[in-house]
């Protein structure tokens, strides 16, 4: 039986890591207000730590999208930077990633991404009504950036489309010296983080390949 996989996030770039894998997934954008389910949770908690922002945020995602969509399992993902014990998630503006990166060249911070998955399939169709999520952490280790390459780069306009101000593959590839943990993570959706949340709610990945993936 065919499982529907809905990815609650408009990023390209974990679209295309899920497509590499072999899930192809239809894509629906949620409309959560970040700053307002931010304020609710530390309202409510108290201080959150950067990772669980990401999972906070994840998890709203996921859950709104699975409020309109039955029948699939949703995957929403939110990534943030830590950086010196502060949290980012991406620039304002590109007066505010120009500064980012000064801070950020030569240093090294913490991406997280918090995944939540929400199965809304039918009992008889083998779902669980299960909604869990974890986060994944992986260490950045930036290049030391002249003023020159921070100024191109943010130019471009890509440090303005993502969290944490860079990519790894993309344009900011040549800007991170090294990393500690899932490459994949830093992209946008840790793959073997999400092969175990579905492991949890009874979905083997293999199982969730598209039609004509090689084997």
């Given amino acids: 039986m065919t499982v529907h996989i809905v990815l609650a996030s408009a990023s390209p770039a974990r679209k295309k890591l899920l497509h590499a894998a072999g899930i192809e997934p239809s894509v629906v954008v949620s409309s959560v207000d970040e700053d307002a389910v931010t304020t609710a949770a530390r309202e409510t ?3 959150l730590a950067p990772e669980d922002v990401a999972l906070v945020l994840a998890r709203a995602k996921a859950e709104d999208v ?3 969509v039955a029948g699939a399992v949703i995957v929403g993902c939110d990534s943030v930077l830590e950086l010196a014990g502060e949290i980012h998630g991406k620039p304002a503006d590109a007066a ?3 500064s980012r990166w000064r801070r950020m060249r030569g240093a090294s911070g913490v991406l997280h991404t918090g995944h939540w998955v929400v199965d809304t399939r039918e009992h008889s169709a083998g779902g669980t009504g299960a909604t869990l999520g974890a986060t994944a952490s992986t260490t950045v280790h930036f290049a ?3 003023d020159a390459e921070i100024e191109d780069y943010v130019g471009t306009g890509e440090p303005l489309r993502v969290a944490g101000a860079f990519t790894l593959d993309g344009l900011g590839g040549p800007f991170v010296a090294g990393i500690e943990g899932d490459p994949s993570n830093v992209v946008g959706l840790s793959l073997p983080l999400l092969r175990e949340l ?3 709610v009874g979905l083997a990945w293999h199982s969730l390949r ?3 993936t090689p084997t």
């Fill in 210 to 212: 598209a039609p004509g």
């Fill in 45 to 47: 908690y108290g201080a």
């Fill in 66 to 68: 699975a409020a309109e």
């Fill in 96 to 98: 505010e990633a120009v």
């Fill in 144 to 146: 030391r950036l002249t």
């Fill in 198 to 200: 579905f492991a949890e």
